[in-house]
């Protein structure tokens, strides 16, 4: 596959594609980012990589994050975590109470919001300092040892995260949230504020193209098993709720944030992250996905 050719090809059509939909606003830093910012890297399982625009500018990973914890939650965890945690799409909005109060406070999956909480819980059960611990985890399979939380970010989310606080305390009063809920929030909030740029993303996502092994050193970090599931998990649940519509014109597993990034991967072929904050409704990037979408065209391959 002539990769250089089609990303020089994707180069020139994204300059054509129209130019829809708005940055976060919810959380006040997401909304001064500048709206024009577009950035694509790929990154092969056999070590060659390709990118353009603002690929090499870190932005905040948000919900991308859930994935990282995720997988340590079920390396460490096991099976167990899916007692408190379920692997359905939502169909519903990423922060929605209703569909909580309906499930018992059992969250549909871990990449909406209250799922993730539930994951962030766990980790705070088994890990001795899990906002170090997770940094060195994303700094290891990313091979980079620049990667940042961003404070400013958190502390606005921190600020302004009166939904998730509710979640919290809802899941608490149930039973399914075992530790301090505070404490919990903040490492959910830190987690979604880390700063990485499209080529970490990539590099970082390579594990989950890979079998669970590093591409450099093909070290084992993950069981095969558990990165299919995880996999799986991303192809039907990783874009809120327009899943499907992305597994429909992407073909791709893949995970998104409402900082405007995206990761999606072709198992034992490449792994990609595009960035473009400008977010359609239903808060996934709305270049990103045209981006994608035109990528696997021009490759013409998907997992299906």
């Known amino acids: 596959m002539n990769y250089q050719s089609i990303i020089e090809k994707l180069e020139q059509k994204i300059n054509t594609f129209p130019k829809t939909g708005k940055v976060a606003d919810y959380i006040p830093e997401l909304k001064k980012v500048n709206p024009e910012k577009f950035g694509l890297h ?5 070590g060659t990589d390709f990118s353009f625009g603002d690929s090499e500018e870190a932005f905040s990973i948000q919900s991308i ?19 408190r945690v379920g692997v359905e799409p939502s169909g519903n909005p990423y922060n929605s109470l209703t569909q909580l109060e309906n499930e018992n406070g059992i969250p549909r999956n871990p990449f909406i919001n209250a799922g993730s909480i539930v994951v962030a819980d766990c980790l705070l059960s088994v890990l001795e300092n899990p906002k170090a611990d997770l940094l060195k985890f994303v700094r290891k399979i990313s091979n980079d040892q620049r990667i940042e939380y961003d404070q400013s970010v958190a502390e606005s989310e921190i600020a302004t995260g009166s939904r998730n606080i509710a979640l919290i305390y809802y899941m608490k009063s149930l039973g399914n949230i075992h530790n301090n809920p505070e404490e919990v929030l903040d490492f959910y909030f830190y987690q979604c504020a880390l700063s990485m740029t499209c080529r970490q993303l990539a590099t970082s996502f390579k594990i989950f193209t890979n079998d669970g092994k590093l591409a450099d ?14 996999n799986s998990i991303m192809q039907t649940c990783g874009f809120y709720d327009e899943a499907g519509e992305f597994s429909y014109r992407v073909g791709l597993p893949g995970k998104s944030g409402v900082g405007g990034g995206i990761v999606a991967l072709h198992p034992r072929h490449y792994s990609v992250a595009v960035w473009s904050p400008r977010l359609n409704e239903k808060g996934n990037s709305s270049l990103g996905m045209k981006a994608l979408e035109e990528l696997t065209s021009l490759t013409g391959l998907s997992i299906f």
């Open 42 to 46: 790929l990154s092969c399982i056999d």
């Open 65 to 83: 994050s859930k994935v990282y914890t995720l997988a340590l939650a079920k390396e460490i965890i096991g099976d167990d975590l899916w007692k």
């Open 217 to 230: 050193t093909d070290e084992q970090v993950f069981d095969k098993q558990s990165v299919k599931r995880i």
